[in-house]
């Protein structure tokens, strides 16, 4: 068997730094044999400057939106984010999927080895089936409209059946509590049992200013649209709990951006979790600092019980698919947040949401998880010329 031998000047091995800073053994297919002091490797060792970690898990992500990079406008808040989008994102499919394929080889290069992908509709299977990323699919059931909810849930159980029929790790989720009706949520919860979910929590103030009083840009939003709100009656509690008890059977739950999230919230949730779930918390703090120019308050976050993970959005909101960016960004926010509990946030964190542990996330032995080689830290922080790219 051809051995590969890795040793760099630090390796961090998905949960730690190894002290002892071993030489990773790899097959050449990139299965991990064994992690050994450097006196029993044996010849042939590879050295690099730079650390050593397994492959990045990118938890949310929306691939189709690739072709939309630097034409959305920054800072504008949520509501006019989201109609841009949607007037925008009607392009050909080719230059869609060329789109894609681009931004997918910047994720593979920089180190990226698995992505919870969010699809509205069936542009990236292609795309996906031509790369190496695994992907978990989420497909988006949207739909604030009671009367729009039988079709909106039919056309997305066609994607969702065609993405599984590929063999892709697929589920069927809500876009956000503000744009899923109840009628909707009946329609769709059935298909959370057991399985990996994922929606967009928090992301506005004025997503809790709706729930809690019916007010605010999501009220002016469904006016301007044209949807008759008067159905609605708000439930007089914040976003999460609205919505939360839906995920009830749910056996892997991701939360993404939370950039309004608060200690009642969390204290909601560490009551209502079953033993069983899973709570992710994803950070894409570029992508919130692009939209609302905030970001989250990961110090009350990473404190909490709940599992850390990073995601970049899409390129509609970022300017690169790149998760040292993202972790360069929370670093120069929150200093506090040591490189060890960022790279195990992006790793097997990630891996763990998105139920891919069983071979990314870590170097431990029979997995398969990628090696990322990052280069130019200094004194154990990433700085403005770190970067990373994928070895094995
Ligand atoms: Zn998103």
């Not at 790790?169 to 990996?196: C, D, N």
């Not at 404190?303 to 850390?308: A, E, I, L, T």
């Not at 069983?358 to 990322?372: A, D, I, M, Q």
Request: hydrophobic share 40%; glycine share 8%.
């Amino acid at each position: 068997m051809e051995y590969v031998k890795l040793k760099a000047g630090a390796l961090f091995d998905g949960v730690r730094f190894r002290e002892e800073n071993p030489v990773l053994i790899a097959d050449s297919r990139g299965v991990i044999l064994d992690l050994v002091p450097e006196s029993e490797a044996g010849e042939g060792v590879q050295k690099y400057p730079g650390i050593l970690a397994p492959g990045f898990v990118n938890a949310h992500c929306h691939l189709e939106l690739s072709h939309l990079k630097g034409l959305i406008e920054e800072k504008t808040g949520l509501v006019d984010f989201v109609c841009s989008v949607v007037a925008t994102r009607h392009f050909e499919p080719e230059k869609i999927r060329e789109a894609m394929t681009d931004a997918q080889h910047q994720m593979e290069a920089s180190g990226i080895v698995a992505v919870g992908d969010i699809c509205n509709n069936l542009l990236s299977q292609s795309v996906k089936s031509e790369g190496t990323i695994r992907y978990h699919n989420f497909v988006e059931v949207s739909g604030w409209n009671p009367a729009v909810a039988g079709m909106r849930f039919d056309k997305s159980r066609e994607f969702y059946e065609t993405f599984k029929n590929q063999g892709f790790s697929t589920s069927m989720v809500p876009h956000a509590p503000y744009s899923v009706s109840r009628e909707l949520w009946g329609k769709i919860a059935p298909y959370f049992s057991q399985s990996v979910v994922s929606i967009h929590n928090q992301e506005t103030p004025d997503e809790d200013a709706f729930f809690l009083q019916g007010t605010g840009s999501l009220a002016n939003l469904y006016e301007k649209m044209g949807i008759d709100n008067s159905f609605f009656t708000p439930p007089g509690v914040s976003s999460l709990p609205s919505y939360f008890p839906y995920f009830s059977r749910a056996a892997s739950i991701i939360l993404v951006h939370n950039t309004f999230m608060g200690a009642p919230d969390l204290a909601y949730l560490e009551q209502t979790v079953e033993k069983d779930q899973r709570v992710s918390l994803c950070v894409c703090m570029r992508a919130n600092l692009y939209i609302e120019d905030r970001v989250p308050d990961l110090d009350l976050l990473s404190r909490s019980p709940f599992n850390m993970v990073v995601g970049t959005d899409s390129l509609s909101s970022n300017y690169e698919l790149d998760i040292l960016a993202e972790l360069k960004t929370i670093q120069a926010h929150f200093p506090q947040i040591s490189l060890e509990k960022l790279l195990g946030w992006a790793t097997l964190n990630g891996a763990r949401a998105l139920q891919m542990e069983g071979g990314l996330g870590s170097f431990e032995r029979g997995k398969r998880p990628g090696v990322v080689l990052i280069e130019n830290t200094e004194e154990g922080r990433l700085t403005s010329r770190s970067v990373s790219k994928k070895i094995l």
